[in-house]
């Protein structure tokens, strides 16, 4: 089993920046691919970014080159989030996948305001 809580949401204006982190516990061996989900009132669970053990990136178009993920270390990885848009309002999950098998947490919440 793998326990993962995130921090680091919250509200911020327009344009502003936050940085959202993720750290997992338990059993954490064996984990390859680690990601950021969100999901907005009405809409589905979307990726928004994504980052292999082997340190490989993936994100959505909607945030390229203003979002970065990374992983700092076996348990923690984080997300951060410049120029913030309105359009980014969303509950963001993290996710661990860990032999074929996804973790979630239980989420955090990112408000940005016009």
């Known amino acids: 089993q793998v326990q993962l809580v995130e921090s680091g949401g919250g509200l911020v204006q327009a344009g502003g920046s936050l940085r959202l982190s993720c750290a997992a516990s338990g059993s954490i061996a064996g984990i390859n691919l680690l990601g950021w989900y969100r999901q907005a009132p009405g809409k589905q669970r979307e990726l928004v970014a994504s980052?292999?053990?082997?340190?490989?990136t993936n994100y959505a178009d909607s945030v390229k080159g203003r979002f970065t993920i990374s992983r700092n270390n076996a348990r923690t990885v984080s997300l951060q989030m410049n120029s913030l848009k309105p359009e980014d309002t969303a509950v963001y999950y993290c996710?661990?996948?860990?032999?074929?098998?996804?973790?979630w947490g239980e989420g955090t919440l990112v408000t940005v305001s016009s």
């Open positions: 980052i292999t053990s082997g340190g490989n």
């Open positions: 996710n661990v996948r860990r032999f074929g098998i996804n973790y």
